[in-house]
Nanobody, 122 residues
Framework: QVQLVESGGGLVQAGGSLRLSCAAS????????MGWFRQAPGKEREFVAV????????YYADSVKGRFTISRDNAKNTVYLQMNSLKAADTAVYYC???????????????WGQGTQVTVSS
């Protein structure tokens, strides 16, 4: 089991940028695929991005493709989500999660962070 703590959320104006971080502890970080999900009020949790354990493969939801970038630094046990050109529709609680397999399905992920709020004003 791995413990995950997100940070970097906040309030930003539309068109601005934020970088979210997720720090991992408890288990070797490098062997986990890492994903980002988000959930807006009254909506289902949705997939945002995933990166393989080596960092060699990434996949993004269509809604964020070209604007968001997922990356990881295994030496620091940290995964990042760089969010550019933010829109009001990006407003949500963002969660990082760890899985033993690479994929975009929430059920693949065994461990979840507490979430960090991102609010984009129009």
């Amino acid at each position: 089991q791995v413990q995950l703590v997100e940070s970097g959320g906040g309030l930003v104006q539309a068109g601005g940028s934020l970088r979210l971080s997720c720090a991992a502890s408890g288990r070797p970080f490098s062997r986990y695929a890492m994903g980002w999900f988000r959930q807006a009020p009254g909506k289902e949790r949705e997939f945002v991005a995933v990166i393989s354990w080596s960092g060699g493969s990434t996949y993004y939801a269509d809604s964020v493709k070209g604007r968001f970038t997922i990356s990881r630094d295994n030496a620091k046990n940290t995964v990042y989500l760089q969010m550019n050109s933010l829109k009001a529709a990006d407003t949500a609680v963002y969660y990082c999660a760890a899985a033993g397999s690479y994929g975009a399905i929430a059920t693949l992920y065994d461990d979840w962070g507490q979430g960090t709020q991102v609010t984009v004003s129009s």
